[in-house]
Each structure stands twice: as structure tokens, then as C-alpha cells.
């Protein structure tokens, strides 16, 4: 189990690394993005490759285990793979589009991954109802500002 360790650092250096990557100030000559290439690409190869450092790691520890080959069965795989760009996407259009909007989009798109296109209105219903009733807590009973 310790072995995950390394992996699992690394695959957070990583997102860090992508994060503050995006955030550079942009160049002031020629391409305006062209500080942003190398570090783009160093951060996605080690994502990827911690990633399969993982998953390496984890099947030798765990070979017989059916959780662990439950993983990569079925729609497991694209529900992991989509939660996690969605929860990325969420963290970047959260400062630009506020808490209530970004909150509902996001919530929206995991209920429509996880539940399908066919319990349209409850997910519409569930993602609303929690934005908004999270955002009154917040900001109107905690008085905390909010995005």
C-alpha cells in the first residue's frame, strides 16, 4: 500500500503543476501562449504516466482482488475518467461564472453521466435545489461571500 503513495503525489503534482501552468502571464511578444506549451505538455505526460504507475502498483498488490478488476469493467472507467475532467472544468469556471451558475452546470453534468438522459428532470431538479439551497446557507444564513 505504500507504493501508492509516490503515484498518487505525483498524479497531484501534476494537476498543480497543469493548474498554475494555465495561469501564466502571457507572452508579450510573438505567440502569447507560448510560455504555457512545455509546461502543458511536461504536466499532462506526468498525469498519464503517474496514473499508470498506479494502476501498475495497484493490480500487483491487489491481483486477486475483484474490486480492484471492477475498476476497468463496464462504465466504470467513463464514469472515473468524466467525473474527473468535469470537476476540472468546474474548478476553472468557477471564479469566472460564480458559484450558483457553475455549481448547477456541474451538478447537471454529473447527474446526466451518472443517472442518464432519461431522468432529465430529476437531475435538473436535484442540481438546481442543491445549488441554490446550498448557495442561501452560505451566503444569506452563514454569511459567507460566494464567487
Same mark, same amino acid.
Given at each position: 500500500?505504500?507504493?501508492?503513495?509516490?503515484?498518487?503525489?505525483?498524479?497531484?503534482?501534476?494537476?498543480?503543476?497543469?493548474?498554475?501552468?494555465?495561469?501564466?502571464?502571457?507572452?508579450?511578444?510573438?505567440?502569447?501562449?507560448?510560455?504555457?506549451?512545455?509546461?502543458?505538455?511536461?504536466?499532462?505526460?506526468?498525469?498519464? #504516466?503517474?496514473? !499508470?504507475? =498506479? *494502476?501498475?502498483?495497484?493490480?500487483?498488490?491487489?491481483?486477486?482482488?475483484?474490486? @480492484?478488476?471492477? %475498476? &476497468?469493467?463496464?462504465?466504470?472507467?467513463?464514469?472515473?475518467?468524466?467525473?474527473?475532467?468535469?470537476?476540472?472544468?468546474?474548478?476553472?469556471?468557477?471564479?469566472?461564472?460564480?458559484?450558483?451558475?457553475?455549481?448547477?452546470?456541474? #451538478?447537471?453534468? !454529473?447527474? =446526466? *453521466?451518472?443517472?442518464?438522459?432519461?431522468?432529465?428532470?430529476?437531475?435538473?431538479? @436535484?442540481?438546481? %435545489? &442543491?445549488?441554490?439551497?446550498?448557495?442561501?446557507?452560505?451566503?444569506?444564513?452563514?454569511?459567507?461571500?460566494?464567487?
Amino acid at each position: 500500500m505504500g507504493r501508492l503513495i509516490v503515484p498518487s503525489v505525483c498524479i497531484l503534482i501534476s494537476i498543480f503543476y497543469f493548474i498554475y501552468t494555465i495561469n501564466l502571464p502571457k507572452a508579450k511578444l510573438g505567440d502569447p501562449n507560448a510560455p504555457m506549451y512545455f509546461p502543458l505538455i511536461i504536466s499532462i505526460f506526468l498525469f498519464i #504516466m503517474s496514473v !499508470i504507475y =498506479f *494502476i501498475k502498483e495497484l493490480l500487483k498488490h491487489y491481483p486477486k482482488k475483484e474490486e @480492484v478488476k471492477l %475498476l &476497468f469493467k463496464g462504465r466504470a472507467p467513463v464514469l472515473i475518467i468524466s467525473t474527473l475532467i468535469i470537476s476540472l472544468i468546474y474548478a476553472f469556471i468557477f471564479e469566472r461564472i460564480g458559484y450558483l451558475a457553475s455549481t448547477i452546470l456541474y #451538478m447537471l453534468a !454529473i447527474l =446526466f *453521466i451518472v443517472n442518464g438522459r432519461n431522468k432529465w428532470l430529476v437531475n435538473l431538479s @436535484v442540481a438546481v %435545489l &442543491f445549488s441554490v439551497g446550498s448557495w442561501y446557507v452560505f451566503y444569506h444564513l452563514l454569511d459567507v461571500s460566494l464567487p
